[in-house]
DNA sequence: ACCGCCATCCCCCAAAAGGCGTAATCTCAA
DNA sequence: TTGAGATTACGCCTTTTGGGGGATGGCGGT
């Protein structure tokens, strides 16, 4: 038997899931909270296994509360059912350690699955949910992005890249066997194209564009 | 219809996968390459609209294999298919562009239901895989600690935020408002702390041990 | 009371970085 | 063929950094 919170501000839905949880066999509804703050005090009385979380609530947002339960009961499992589909939205939640993102469009039984599911290790997801996770990696990844927004040469972004593992010019110009003033001439048209005007701002630029990953 | 390519070096596994799409409605098993090698060929030459992809292969892995595979053909849909959960593997893979990854002791139906996921759109992954992924983010979120892992006093570790906007050290004590020597002074402890000689790679090692999340 | 750490400021000196100008190849495209 | 851009390279000059000092006060343990 698994037991379930719920937080979600819409009575009707509250109530809705509340009846599809207590309707299905081997999972009980122990709460349902209207908002954040009843959430905070009830969920850790009660201390369900599982959480189905809002992310819009009125007041204090879905990522927040979770990350504010899962500091107080770190082995609860909060799964995100909201209807937005924002890639910020679903990489700050699961970055408030949400273990799964289930659109409410999705049919009841696969969020009764969804509940069994986390439990045993997973972390379910709607399938064009779990796209944009795996494509965050790809995107991160791409250390052509600044490169190519930019206009950088092959050269140059060779030496954004070492810039940025914190090498000197003078290592630079040693590591691609180059003179010291050709590294310096690159950097110029780097910062240039970059539009910065210091190696700390390159550096910054390049890798807060998601290079490293 | 959807057309699948397989690339396995294992001849018994290839030829059962093999069979079991073949005897899938709605799929057809087009290619079976036994190496990296033989798929760089194949593959763009009959085009599958879905490539499953094993990832330890003799001679080139499947990563490489996957990111040369995309450059070609960037709408073909590869599916890790190993034995190896080894969370390095994983996130080395779906950075290489892969949209699924799923464990070769899943059942049979899994591995047929996946092909057709990826192709509307999902990215079809072993329950234990998603929850690393999912894992990733939250980890990757509060690893952020630079600060408390080198022990950076608060004024320390403000000074090396602002360090990595790109500031200079003027502008770092206006914003601050103190004065330019105390800054370098700062500096000069944050540098010893975090074991490093320069301001870039500072800033590196702080960009890169996820401060931003 | 003493020590360690923090935060603040100062100075000198050498090294590194950045701005600006110049200029030789080479390639690729208009 | 002419021109744009990439890559290579140099010089001169200024600013910025980094590495040594040293000094003052505050705060918290022992």
Same mark, same amino acid.
């Given at each position: ?9 819409? =009575?009707?839905? $509250?109530?809705?899931?509340? !009846? &599809? ?6 999972? /009980?509804?122990?709460?349902?909270? =209207?908002?954040?703050?009843? +959430? &905070? ?5 009660? /201390?369900?296994?599982?959480?189905? &979380?809002?992310?819009? @609530? #009125?007041?204090?947002? *879905?990522?927040?509360?979770? !990350?504010?339960? @899962? ?21 700050? %939640?699961?970055? #408030? ?9 999705? /049919? ?11 439990? +045993?290790? *997973? #972390? ?6 779990? $796209? ?8 991160? #990844?791409?250390?052509?992005?600044? /490169?190519?927004?930019?206009? @950088?040469?092959? $050269? ?8 940025? !593992? *914190? ?6 110009? %040693? ?16 910062? !240039?194209?970059? $539009? ?12 807060? +564009? *998601? +290079?490293? %990953?």
């Amino acid at each position: 038997m698994i037991t379930v919170g719920l937080v979600e501000d819409n =009575a009707t839905v $509250r109530q809705s899931l509340q !009846e &599809m949880i207590e309707a299905a066999p081997g999972l /009980r509804c122990v709460c349902a909270c =209207a908002t954040a703050k009843e +959430s &905070m005090t009830v969920i850790p009385r009660l /201390r369900p296994e599982v959480v189905l &979380m809002d992310l819009h @609530l #009125a007041g204090e947002s *879905g990522v927040t509360a979770t !990350e504010r339960l @899962l500091e107080k009961l770190p082995d609860l499992h909060v799964l995100i059912l909201t209807v937005y589909k924002d890639p910020e939205e679903i990489f700050k %939640a699961l970055k #408030a350690g949400a273990k799964g993102y289930l659109l409410k469009r999705a /049919r009841p039984q696969q969020i009764l699955d969804a509940i069994t599911e986390v439990c +045993s290790g *997973g #972390a379910p997801m709607s399938s064009e949910i779990a $796209r944009l996770v795996v494509q965050s990696f790809r995107t991160s #990844a791409t250390a052509g992005n600044v /490169r190519e927004e930019h206009g @950088l040469s092959h $050269r140059e972004s060779e030496i954004l890249a070492l810039l940025s !593992e *914190g090498l000197t010019n003078r290592d630079i110009a %040693a590591r691609l066997g180059i003179s010291f003033e050709t590294v310096r001439s690159h950097l110029g048209h780097v910062y !240039e194209k970059l $539009r910065v005007k210091s190696r700390t701002e390159a550096v910054s630029k390049y890798l807060k +564009s *998601g +290079s490293p %990953a």
